[in-house]
């Protein structure tokens, strides 16, 4: 896979990003010494054990044993496939990935993905073709009617499938390979006597963007009513439901850290907020909310609002919402509430109260400590001591899923005003004795020797391989560690450019990695200023191997067969230079 793109194009890549900038846009760094720090994104931590290094463009962390470099942080953080990875990493730094990579045998995963993207920005471009500002088109007659505007149709990109089976096939060119290409992507349905025909026909069509503003995937509405009301597309490698949110893109590209962020469910109450200026809602293709898309929240803003109906339905998925985010609520990170009145959604009832009304009612929504224990004490009775510690069995093991210690810290209080416990320590020990085992990370100590050294030592400090003498000579040691030592000579000596972070890239995928990535980030207790003088004298050990094979060898010779004049005076050299003669 990592072969079809040329390795020098993905040096290029990580040479152009700064790791630094890449993690800081995403985590607050805070620099300390030489090092950036902060808390692990990957676990859950009081004292930040998150380090970024810009010499090496690699990071670390002393808690989890997470590590890498760019393309491994992408993928880890934003959960992106490698070939992902490299697009982010292609776009931020405005490169465009070799189009000279695939085989038309034997296509690799870019090559289906860039097929993809280009294939649905024809047809979103088809689709949004099919409206015209006309009262005799059906699909602008109800977008009038829910009072879209114009401006909203072209923001959105929104467009119209036709009701004729084949306007995909009437209007793009099909061959062989782009038609599969249409049919995974859910855009064309073959039925069962071998006929093509459109997936989404006769609807509205929102197409969905990615953080890219590619076009990933569409949702549509059917303008007869009929059941299912609205579909979305298929999960394709380019499209995830799960993990994708309907007017994020078209958020971030104007504010790239907002304040706060919105949670609708439908594509059209997106549109009509944000027709009222209410520039921070997105929408969650019509699902439940998921864990990944909690966390696509939070790396985008610290401040999540998230808006449902008030009657029992709309109760229920904001419980299973608060649920699922508890573990992601770090300190500085909020979630609220929001309850329409019954039979309202924000499409409607934004159109009967107006932008002001409906900000009111942002402004009050009820925060997470509120519902959680307003939901918790249903049907409890607390006068009686059966209730209060039902409370406690239910309240505890959700309050212990909170990661942030202060708002942990808040929420065992309020649990201890309603148990009646007001002393803390006693509340406490009520939490001790209901804590799970915490996952704790250990990494045996790596055993120190001369060739880990040495490869440690180059490998954070590639600019030693430039007072390296030849290394012909140790090409006939038989030393373990030896062969992965003079490779990553040579790849420092042809790439002088390169840091630690992107000679890793080299061995993605190989059985050296996993010891390389953790000499990559060995502390060898060596001072900076003596790393040069260490290195030079294990490398002379090296030598002096050498020397002593050779000894040993003409020793041997000597007393079985003698040595002639040239062989005597060449061990008499040996001699001495061991000696330090």
């Given at each position: 896979m990592i072969g079809k793109i040329p390795k020098v194009f993905i040096d290029e890549l990580l040479i152009k990003t700064n790791i630094i900038d890449l993690i800081n846009a995403r985590i607050p760094l805070k620099k300390q010494g030489q090092n950036y720090h902060a808390r692990c994104p990957f676990h859950n931590e009081k004292t930040p054990s998150f380090t970024v290094n810009d010499k090496k463009q690699f990071y670390y962390c002393f808690g989890c044993n997470s590590h890498g470099n760019a393309i491994d942080f992408l993928i880890n953080y934003e959960r992106l496939t490698f070939i992902e990875s490299i697009e982010t990493l292609a776009i931020l730094n405005r490169l465009t990935i070799p189009n000279n990579i695939g085989y038309k045998k034997n296509k690799n995963e870019y090559d289906i993905r860039n097929q993809l993207y280009c294939l649905m920005q024809k047809v979103t471009d088809l689709y949004k073709k099919n409206i015209t500002n006309t009262d005799k088109n059906m699909a602008y007659l109800y977008l009038k009617k829910r009072g879209i505007s114009k401006k909203m149709i072209n923001y959105f990109s929104i467009g119209f499938a036709p009701k004729?089976?084949?306007?995909?096939?009437?209007?793009i060119v099909i061959n062989k390979t782009n038609q599969q290409a249409l049919i995974n992507a859910g855009i064309l349905i073959l039925n069962k006597k071998g006929n093509l025909y459109d997936r989404f026909r006769g609807r509205i069509i929102f197409p969905i963007k990615d953080n890219h503003g590619r076009i990933s995937g569409f949702g549509a509405r059917n303008?007869?009513?009929e059941k299912p009301k609205y579909i979305n597309s298929p999960e394709t490698n380019i499209f995830h439901k799960s993990r994708q949110l309907y007017g994020l893109y078209e958020i971030t590209k104007n504010d790239v850290k907002p304040d706060k962020l919105l949670i609708v469910e439908g594509y059209i109450d997106v549109i009509m907020l944000t027709q009222f200026n209410i520039n921070y809602v997105v929408g969650s293709l019509g699902t439940s909310i998921t864990a990944e898309h909690i966390q696509l929240l939070f790396r985008n803003t610290n401040n999540i609002i998230y808006c449902y109906d008030g009657d029992k339905s709309g109760k229920e998925a904001a419980w299973r919402?608060?649920?699922?985010?508890?573990?992601?609520i770090h300190d500085g990170r909020s979630i609220k509430f929001i309850f329409l009145p019954q039979d309202e959604d924000p499409d409607?009832?934004?159109r009967k109260e107006g932008k002001i009304a409906f900000e009111n009612r942002i402004h009050q929504a009820t925060d997470l400590s509120?519902?959680?224990?307003?939901?918790?004490?249903?049907n409890i009775n607390l006068s009686s001591i059966e209730g209060r510690s039902h409370l406690s069995a239910i309240a505890v093991p959700l309050i212990q899923l909170v990661p942030g210690e202060t708002m942990r810290i808040y929420l065992k209080q309020i649990l201890g005003h309603k148990l009646g416990i007001p002393d803390f320590n006693q509340l406490e020990r009520l939490f001790s004795r209901n804590k799970k085992k915490i996952a704790t990370y250990s990494m045996k100590?790596?055993?120190q020797t001369s060739m880990?050294?040495?490869?440690?030592?180059?490998?954070q400090n590639p600019y030693l391989a430039e007072i390296i003498p030849s290394v012909k000579k140790l090409t006939y040691l038989k030393i373990k560690g030896l062969s992965l030592f003079l490779e990553l000579v040579q790849i420092c000596i042809k790439n002088p450019k390169l840091k630690t972070g992107q000679i890793l890239e080299f061995y993605r995928d190989t059985d050296s990695v996993y010891i390389l990535y953790k000499l990559a980030k060995w502390d060898h207790m060596i001072i900076e200023k003596e790393i040069k003088n260490v290195f030079l004298d294990l490398l002379s050990g090296l030598y002096n191997k050498i020397l002593e094979i050779r000894q040993e060898l003409l020793i041997d010779q000597e007393r079985k067969k003698g040595l002639n004049n040239a062989e005597k005076n060449e061990l008499w050299s040996i001699n001495k230079k061991l000696a330090g003669i």
């Open positions: 004729e089976w084949n306007n995909i096939s009437n209007n303008l007869d009513n919402t608060l649920k699922i985010s508890l573990p992601y409607t009832i934004i509120i519902f959680l224990f307003h939901k918790l004490l249903k100590p790596i055993k880990r050294i040495l490869i440690s030592l180059l490998l």
